[in-house]
């Protein structure tokens, strides 16, 4: 499989970590970026780098929990120049308060609507848009977490498995007619919502790694980018045992509800 060198590169959540990483690996000279997240000031930061680097840049401050400037946001890009690339990126996490066992619904509601719900309304418009030109590629991530359900965050775990499951369906559907899906499920990528994930982080990696797999990943049109592989494998081998056996091992390891 010839490798694939974007030239338009849109990125969701690029103020977070795995964003930020993503869109400065993807930074240099000939290259658009449109890069957006919520948190302005962290996305001006990014895009200075980016613009060191000699890409051209485009910031978007727009929160996609906000329907209607989400989608606006997105047309705004499909109409000026389809990206050659789409990362969908943007996420958040959440999880029971101390002592309880169950999420705030109205939080879980949040996470849900952005993580999956969101991220398919933008999936959407922008395969269509690649469909009619007869090429492009979109990448949407997913979680290791997406193998086996975590009882300290259900929810992120429910999204992330949609997530996975909808990416892959579309990958057979989208490619005989050229438009390149692949789904990226990390494991542990050092930020600040994954310091504030409860439980183990085994095998934790820094953004700037991630990214550099994540690049290497969708230059070989994987279907699926899964790492680290030791925690892949495990995760894998989680999702095929008989779930009380499983959920029995993560309690023992530590991933419990706080």
Not at 198 to 212: I, T
Request: charged share 20%; glycine share 8%; net charge positive.
């Amino acid at each position: 499989m010839p490798s694939v060198d974007p030239c338009r590169v849109l990125i969701t959540g690029a103020s977070g970590a795995i964003g930020a990483a993503l869109a400065q690996a993807y930074a240099e000279p000939g290259r658009t970026l449109v890069l957006q997240g919520r948190n302005l000031d962290a996305l001006e930061q990014v895009a200075k780098s980016c613009r060191r680097a000699g890409s051209e840049v485009i910031v978007e401050g727009v929160d996609l929990l906000e329907r209607a400037s989400a989608l606006a946001f997105i047309e705004r890009h499909l109409a000026d120049m389809t990206p050659d690339l789409v990362v969908l990126n943007a996420g958040m996490n959440v999880h029971a308060p101390p002592g309880e066992a169950i999420e705030a619904a109205g939080e879980a509601e949040a996470l849900l609507t952005l993580n999956m719900m969101m991220t398919q309304r933008l999936f959407d418009r922008v395969a269509r848009a690649m469909l009619a030109r007869g090429n492009g590629q979109i990448a949407l991530v997913s979680s290791l977490a997406a193998d086996m359900g975590l009882p300290p965050t259900p929810a992120y775990s429910a999204s992330k498995a949609a997530v996975k499951a909808y990416g892959e369906a579309m990958r057979g559907a989208l490619a005989p007619r050229g438009v390149r899906v692949s789904v990226i499920m990390p494991g542990y990528v050092r930020s600040p919502m994954c310091d504030a994930m409860p439980g183990p982080k085994p095998f934790l990696v820094s953004p700037e790694q991630a990214a550099r797999r994540i690049r290497r990943g969708l230059s070989r049109n994987r279907g699926r980018i899964a790492f680290p592989f030791w925690l892949s494998l495990g995760t894998r081998w989680l999702g095929l045992m008989p779930v009380d056996w499983a959920l029995t091992l993560l309690r023992r390891l530590g991933y419990r509800a706080p």
